[in-house]
């Protein structure tokens, strides 16, 4: 089965401390997306790669960092220069942006608590 | 700036029909998507529109009216199970998506 898997499910850190957040794509898609959900607030782009080894900051990159080494992998790291890092972390991954219908696809998502 | 509107809560009954409106103002357009969202699970992809029209699948229908800069979602016979956020998204000029803040639809028996 085809899909986008994150884990862990649910993670708590205390304030302070990096973590590392996963994401992986068996899809063969290009473009992989990191958002942020929190309540009442539509999803914010953290940052997106649309190949392996580039990557470009969204909207709100200040205190998260990413990396694109392989194709199916883009696992986002919280730093602690994140000053409100409590939320609900999506990865999506779709085709190119501009390559027809570019549906993003959802992992289930990481719920991350600080402590 | 860019800005996706859509209602916070909308309530329904089962087995009726329910239109969730969505109106956006964006830097170009490339096409509007919907999503559904149960609570603490991950959006899942329910429709795509970039030409006006309705595009209809099974109970869920969507439409587009591009000069007005307005979609809605149809859900017709509502069920239990389509108790969940409903959340627009419209792909702007540099193909980014531009979220709404979601719409939670509450289904009373």
């Known amino acids: 089965d085809g899909g986008i898997t994150q884990s862990p499910k649910y993670l708590f850190r205390k304030e302070g401390q990096n973590v590392t957040l996963s994401c992986e794509q068996n899809l063969n898609h290009d473009a992989m997306y990191w958002y942020r959900q929190d309540p009442g607030q539509g999803l914010r782009l953290i940052y997106y790669s649309q190949i392996v080894n580039d990557f470009q900051k969204g909207d709100i990159a200040e205190g998260y960092s990413v990396s694109r080494e392989k194709k199916e992998s883009f696992p986002l790291t919280v730093t602690s220069a994140q000053k409100n890092p409590t939320a609900f972390y999506l990865c999506?991954?779709?085709?190119?942006?501009?390559?027809?219908?570019?549906?993003?696809?959802f992992g289930p998502g990481t719920r991350l608590t600080v402590l | 700036g860019q800005n996706i509107d859509q209602p916070t809560e909308m309530t329904a009954t089962e087995g009726a029909i329910v239109q969730i409106n969505c109106t956006y103002q964006?830097?170009?357009?490339?096409?509007l998507f919907w999503y559904q969202q149960h609570a603490g699970e991950a959006p899942t992809f329910l429709s795509y529109?970039?030409l006006d029209g309705l595009e209809e699948k099974g109970r869920f229908s969507s439409f587009l009216s591009r000069s007005k800069g307005y979609s809605y979602l149809l859900l017709k016979e509502l069920q239990m199970k389509d108790s969940a956020s409903y959340l627009c998204a419209v792909m702007d000029s540099n193909y980014q998506l531009i979220w709404g803040a979601g719409t939670k639809l509450i289904i009373k028996p």
């Open positions: 964006t830097s170009g357009f490339n096409g």
């Open positions: 529109n970039v």
């Open positions: 999506a991954s779709s085709r190119p942006p501009g390559q027809g219908t570019d549906t993003q696809y």
